[in-house]
């Protein structure tokens, strides 16, 4: 049974940083192309990274220069290092990972004051 356990989230302030865990159990994250989304209240689930089996990396032009996706392959975990963030990107983070199905975590909630 694969299962997906985000964490990291909290209150920070604009301009501040956070770094978001996504812990894997039942898969090797490595052999999935892992993404993180987001969903703000009131608005649908929005894409905001992904790294591929190859390490390749992609982002949402909201938070491109500000977020870093990366996987640890020996602890079997994804990060998104969020920088410089904003009050628009409170949100529930949730990571998703992608190989011959669909798995989602619970999400974790990220709120920026200004």
């Known amino acids: 049974q694969v299962q997906l356990v985000e964490s990291g989230g909290g209150l920070v302030q604009a301009g501040g940083s956070l770094r978001l865990s996504c812990a894997a159990s039942g898969t090797m994250l490595s052999n999935n192309v892992m993404k993180w989304y987001r969903q703000a209240p009131g608005k649908q689930r929005e894409w905001v990274a992904t790294i591929t089996r190859g390490g390749s990396t992609n982002y949402a032009d909201s938070v491109k220069g500000r977020f870093t996706i990366s996987r640890d392959n020996a602890k079997n975990t994804v990060y998104l290092q969020m920088n410089s963030l904003k009050p628009e990107d409170t949100a529930v983070y949730y990571c998703?990972?992608?190989?011959?199905?669909?798995?989602w975590g619970q999400g974790t909630q990220v709120t920026v004051s200004s």
């Open positions: 998703n990972a992608f190989s011959s199905d669909y798995y």
